[in-house]
């Protein structure tokens, strides 16, 4: 009976090994597709990396897809990727990729209340292990790491725009005590405005020395931070010139 019993359980784990390796296997050719995809684009447009000759590959994008917001760059990190935005339906890209194919990396997305004249533009992107699309914005917990990368890029159809960093926080989503950055999109006074910006950076990791003054236009990018329940990393950047 024992025997039997060994028999049946190690036919049982066997199969859930099989179920699991299919499985793993089937994400991880799905996964490959999905950053083939995002590499394709990527390329076209390290290509051009003078801003003017790229403004017609960015037309091309939007024409493709017209939830096609921007591109933003990090020099020297991962992330460079397109920014999307659905109106209509505010998390689509959460999980859907540029083609609007299911993917478990989605895209990097605005939230739906801005555009490209908010105050403050919210951008969201998964903190993937693979260190794709928002996943190295955690790397600014990193004082050394900011030194090198203070400048974030964001180019559209019309113009280029460089943000420097002002503030890098940690904090948690959606509950009584969090602070609701994402709630911050366009000031209604000027004490708004720098309400915000003091918030920001009494919760900063550190003292960047950057301030922003009412009328400076801002950009928050978002992703997971897993230290904590809902947690969330953020980074606030300024427009300069």
């Given at each position: 009976m024992k025997k039997k019993l060994c028999v049946f359980a190690?036919?049982?784990?066997?199969?859930?090994?099989?179920?699991?390796?299919y499985f793993l296997l089937t994400q991880n050719i799905e996964d490959k597709k999905q950053m083939n995809n995002f590499e394709?684009?990527?390329?076209?447009?390290?290509d051009n990396s003078n801003y003017i000759y790229s403004l017609g590959i960015y037309s091309n994008l939007y024409d493709q897809n017209s939830d096609f917001m921007a591109w933003i760059k990090i020099e020297g990190t991962n992330i460079n990727y397109p920014v999307m935005r659905s109106k209509d339906n505010p998390n689509y890209y959460l999980n859907h990729?540029?083609?609007?194919?299911?993917?478990?990396?989605?895209?990097?997305?605005?939230?739906?209340d801005c555009d490209m004249?908010?105050?403050?533009?919210?951008?969201?992107g998964h903190n993937m292990q693979n260190k794709s699309m928002f996943?190295?914005?955690?790397?600014?917990?990193?004082?050394?790491?900011?030194?090198?990368?203070?400048?974030?890029?964001?180019?559209?159809?019309?113009?280029?725009?460089?943000?420097?960093?002002?503030?890098?926080?940690k904090t948690v989503a959606y509950e009584s005590n969090s602070f609701e950055y994402y709630?911050?999109?366009?000031?209604?006074?000027?004490?708004?405005?720098?309400?915000?910006?003091?918030?920001?950076?009494?919760?900063?990791?550190?003292?960047?020395?950057?301030?922003?003054?009412?009328?400076?236009?801002?950009?928050?990018?978002?992703?997971?931070?897993?230290?904590?329940?809902n947690g969330r990393f953020v980074v606030v950047a300024k427009l300069v010139d």
């Open positions: 190690l036919i049982v784990l066997t199969a859930i090994f099989a179920v699991s390796t394709e684009i990527q390329d076209i447009v390290d990729n540029f083609n609007k194919e299911y993917s478990r990396f989605g895209v990097p997305y605005m939230q739906e004249q908010s105050d403050n533009i919210v951008i969201y996943n190295e914005l955690t790397n600014y917990k990193s004082k050394h790491f900011y030194e090198k990368h203070k400048i974030i890029v964001i180019d559209t159809t019309l113009e280029h725009r460089e943000y420097e960093v002002i503030a890098v926080f709630s911050f999109v366009n000031a209604s006074t000027e004490d708004d405005y720098r309400a915000y910006i003091e918030k920001c950076k009494a919760l900063s990791l550190y003292d960047t020395g950057i301030d922003a003054q009412y009328g400076d236009k801002l950009i928050t990018l978002s992703t997971c931070e897993y230290s904590q329940d």
